[in-house]
């Protein structure tokens, strides 16, 4: 059967196959079964779609919304900027170029950081243990202001050291000996 144009206005219930060169769908469509496509698919409007699992690779130009959990079982490539509010991170995560932090960072647990660069102020709120670093040493090209109390086992100046307040040592002093050298002086008030 051949026929021009068609107005149907009432069902069309096809058992068999049914191919069409183009179709134009004004309401809406239910499909009970499978859709199989075999090219792109464009759709201008909004797309609601309760399960979606994707094989292969998917683009995309546009904003995406999802209003549920994204869960991806392979990598995830983004060459633009991406922003995400809250992020949490279960695993490993390795940065291969440098990590701009604009805020605080709190760290609960273990840092390891192989080498550290402070521009501004540092605040230690309870012991700084520095055990691991003893091998190599703290060079410290700045001042070093501490409030509370300091415990050094050897200390060791090479410039001048002035005291504003009173210095208290417990024990012997000497210089240059403990019977001292010619040339020296000790003076008492």
């Not at 670093?133 to 703290?138: E, L, R, S």
């Not at 410290?140 to 409030?147: A, E, F, H, Q, S």
């Amino acid at each position: 059967t051949t026929v021009v144009t068609l107005d149907v206005n009432g069902d069309i219930d096809v058992d068999g196959h049914t191919n069409l060169d183009n179709v134009n769908v004004a309401g809406v469509s239910t499909f009970a079964g499978a859709i199989d496509l075999n090219a792109d698919l464009d759709v201008d409007g909004h797309l609601n779609v309760d399960n979606v699992s994707i094989a292969g690779v998917t683009t995309l130009t546009g904003a995406v919304t999802a209003n549920g959990a994204i869960d991806l079982n392979a990598d995830l490539d983004v060459e633009g900027q991406t922003n995400l509010d809250h992020v949490s991170i279960s695993g490993v995560t390795t940065f291969t170029s440098a990590l701009n932090i604009d805020s605080d960072i709190d760290v609960d647990g273990h840092t390891n950081l192989d080498n550290v660069n402070v521009a501004g102020v540092t605040t230690f709120a309870g012991t700084v243990n520095t055990a691991s670093i003893v091998a190599t040493g703290i060079d410290l090209n700045g001042d070093i202001d501490v409030d509370g109390h300091t415990n050094l086992d050897n200390v060791s100046v090479a410039g001048v050291t002035t005291f504003a307040a009173n210095a208290r040592f417990n024990s012997t002093i000497t210089a240059g000996g403990a019977t001292g050298s010619n040339g020296q002086y000790l003076k008492t008030t």
